[in-house]
């Protein structure tokens, strides 16, 4: 496994090993030692989750307050824009968002740290996700940001207009959402 910060260097893009031949591909999608010695990172995941989503939907972004969950997300059928969004006051780079393609052709997968928010895009006709969660989902605790928040100015690389839950379509902007 290869680990590969991004311009946010908490959010490390982690490539696996992936051994393949003619009958199809086999590799580890998570080993704890692997993932400890490739990112120096000790955590414990206490949650999968998996979720499948059609062309243009939008989820996100994504946080919780008083249980921030760290996120080891990879897709397994089709693509989506993963986007992070540094949210903790202090940091060299609040306020700023990274974006990488995951596919299941590509086999990448993202860490995103506690104290940032997540969102992403289906690129493809539709698209499974599974993310790992270092805290419990906890619904009282859970924001939104807004996916189209012109501080942030992030490209979804979007064709067309994204599909939104009706918590996605009410979320806050981005000063008042940290101001918290």
Request: glycine fraction near 8%; hydrophobic fraction near 40%.
């Amino acid at each position: 496994m290869r680990a590969i910060p991004t311009a946010i260097p908490d959010v490390i893009a982690l490539y696996p090993k992936v051994f393949g031949d003619d009958r199809g591909f086999f590799y580890e999608s998570y080993n704890q030692k692997a993932f400890q010695e490739a990112t120096g990172l000790d955590v414990t995941f206490v949650q999968d989750n998996h979720s499948k989503s059609a062309r243009n939907v939008l989820r996100g972004l994504h946080y919780q307050v008083q249980h921030p969950q760290g996120k080891l997300v990879r897709v397994v059928q089709g693509e989506v824009f993963d986007v992070a969004v540094d949210i903790r006051k202090g940091s060299k780079t609040y306020g700023q968002w990274v974006g990488e393609l995951l596919s299941a052709d590509n086999k990448r997968q993202l860490w995103i740290p506690p104290g940032l928010a997540h969102g992403f895009v289906v690129l493809s006709e539709t698209a499974e996700f599974l993310y790992k969660t270092t805290d419990y989902y906890a619904p009282a605790h859970e924001r939104c940001i807004a996916w189209n928040d012109p501080d942030l100015a992030i490209d979804w690389q979007l064709v067309g207009e994204p599909l939104l839950s009706a918590k996605d379509a009410a979320g806050q902007r981005f000063k008042d959402a940290v101001g918290e």
